[in-house]
């Protein structure tokens, strides 16, 4: 059974930091492209980072310069560290696997 868990949201205040993991189990990362999503209240679920197997990574424009994705294969894992957060960057982030598996989702909220 897949299982994709993502931790470390939380509240920040503006211009702070969060790094975000997603770790997985009955699923193997090291050879499949993983993605993060957001999605802000009212608004549709939205492509955040993507990172490959060969370790590639894309970004949305709204947070390219900002937020880094990254792997760690050996545990499963893959990352998303947020710098110089803003509140347009609140929402429920969610870490996506191929083969339609998504985690339950880990609330950040950027506010003063």
């Known amino acids: 059974q897949v299982q994709l868990v993502e931790s470390g949201g939380g509240l920040v205040q503006p211009g702070g930091s969060l790094r975000l993991s997603c770790a997985g189990s009955?699923?193997?990362?090291?050879?499949?492209?993983m993605t993060w999503h957001r999605q802000a209240p009212g608004k549709e679920r939205e492509f955040v980072a993507r990172?490959?197997?060969?370790?590639?990574?894309y970004y949305a424009d709204s947070v390219k310069g900002r937020f880094t994705v990254s792997r760690d294969n050996a545990k499963n894992t893959m990352y998303l560290q947020m710098n110089s957060l803003k509140p347009e960057d609140t929402a429920v982030y969610y870490c996506?696997?191929?083969?339609?598996?998504w985690g339950q989702g880990t609330q950040v909220t950027v506010s003063s």
């Open positions: 996506y696997a191929p083969g339609g598996f």
């Open positions: 009955g699923i193997i990362f090291s050879n499949k492209e």
């Open positions: 990172i490959t197997s060969a370790r590639s990574t």
